[in-house]
């Protein structure tokens, strides 16, 4: 398969097309409970509704382990088939990765685009990527995704194309089509560590300014709040995986500069390839010499969320930084948890509670702030020209002019 026949499969065949109608699969298994799961599909629903997609229906099976055929058993298979008949449903989503010989599979059984979580997140990256780097990073994911699945997609994948000089002598396709694939990763990674060395002389040319990071699970309003902070506007929605590439500003609270990066957000399930591929993004996280960790405190499991953070934190060597929690979206945690005959001294008995237990699990390292409603946001400032100040005093003592 020639090289921009692959380009075409990993760019069109599986792209979500807007308003496509999608069903979401999922499993309870040894290692995943009902409740687990049922927060997974909400999640799924939410990045098939970033890609575009609809979802219509969910269908659940229990299962010891995934069939190693089908994924789902293969009457739960002819009862997603039995649904889809006569009703327009383009895609088909699995919560976990699919081997390329499953995809071939229930694509035979279903007669239905079936796409996985991995390959879902990935084309909303491809759609999200503006910079070189981004794209560079996305495409690698994609080439390292489908490497290990041709032998099965090559069961249902017509030949696109073809000719002279595309195949070596005694070559079958596939074997082929894993060369191009092998030849494109090798490239496409020399163009990164390009890429990576260039940045690396930028990170240099900063100076001795103190860096500050900030972390944490998709959408939970970090790029609001670098709007805020910086004054400019980086692109801010609704969406998962609103912002891609490290955005970085120079910020000055009172006289004291220090610079702020935006990365990209976390999420469960990220497939690892992404997280190859963007480890040279999160250099940002890497170097920092403080690290902001924002949080949805109105989801129903920031917790969870906070802790894949702090997981992924750790793989970095990172996780010792100086950190300040930032409990972001009060507006909707208490429209979400007071309902309007709440007395008012029991409300705010409440929010106390809630403070007092995060100051404890932080160290006094918490703020409570609403992006949106502009609320505490002088108290955070406060609190991170603080923190960068304590840094400059003890690394740059002679730089008095950046302390007051």
Avoid: C
């Avoid at 009457?75 to 081997?99: A, H, N, S």
């Avoid at 069961?155 to 191009?180: A, M």
């Avoid at 560590?193 to 860096?211: C, P, S, Y």
């Avoid at 609403?370 to 603080?386: G, Q």
């Amino acid at each position: 398969m020639a090289e921009g026949i692959f380009i075409t499969m990993i760019d069109k065949k599986n792209s979500i097309q807007k308003e496509e109608k999608a069903l979401l699969v999922g499993l309870v298994h040894k290692d995943q409970t009902e409740p687990e799961l049922q927060e997974y599909l909400d999640e799924l629903a939410f990045l098939a509704e970033t890609a575009g997609a609809v979802t219509v229906k969910r269908f659940t099976q229990k299962l010891p382990h995934p069939d190693s055929k089908t994924f789902v058993g293969k009457g739960k298979l002819e009862e997603i088939r039995q649904y889809i008949q006569g009703k327009d449903i383009r895609v088909v989503i699995f919560d976990d990765e699919l081997t390329g010989s499953q995809i071939n599979n229930i694509e035979k059984v279903l007669e239905t685009k079936t796409i996985d979580r991995s390959d879902l997140i990935l084309d909303i990256f491809a759609r999200r990527a503006k910079t070189a780097q981004a794209k560079a990073q996305v495409e690698l994911a994609q080439y390292q995704y489908i490497l290990p699945r041709l032998r099965g997609m090559w069961k249902h994948l017509e030949r696109l194309g073809g000719g002279i000089g595309t195949r070596g002598p005694g070559e079958s396709e596939i074997e082929t089509d894993r060369r191009i694939v092998r030849d494109k990763i090798t490239l496409l990674r020399k163009r990164l560590a390009e890429i990576d060395k260039q940045a690396f002389t930028q990170r240099k040319d900063r100076g001795e300014f103190i860096r500050v990071a900030m972390v944490g699970y998709t959408n939970v309003g970090k790029s609001t709040i670098m709007n805020l902070l910086s004054k400019r506007h980086v692109f801010a929605e609704n969406k998962l995986f609103a912002t891609l590439d490290t955005t970085t500003s120079k910020i000055v609270f009172e006289t004291t500069p220090f610079l702020l990066s935006d990365t990209v957000g976390f999420i469960r399930k990220l497939p690892h390839h992404l997280v190859e591929s963007f480890k040279s993004t999160l250099d940002e996280v890497r170097e920092a010499d403080i690290l902001l960790h924002v949080v949805d405190v109105s989801h129903p499991n920031y917790e969870d969320q906070m802790g894949v953070v702090n997981k992924t934190l750790q793989e970095l060597n990172v996780f010792d930084k100086p950190t300040l929690t930032i409990f972001n979206k009060m507006d909707l945690y208490e429209e979400k948890t007071f309902d309007e005959w709440l007395e008012a001294d029991t409300k705010k008995e409440l929010l106390e509670d809630l403070q007092e237990r995060w100051q404890r699990e932080t160290n006094n390292h918490a703020v409570f702030i609403s992006a949106i409603e502009k609320r505490n946001i002088d108290i955070l400032r406060k609190t991170i020209l603080e923190k960068v100040r304590e840094i400059y005093r003890i690394r740059y003592p002679y730089k008095t002019e950046f302390l007051y």
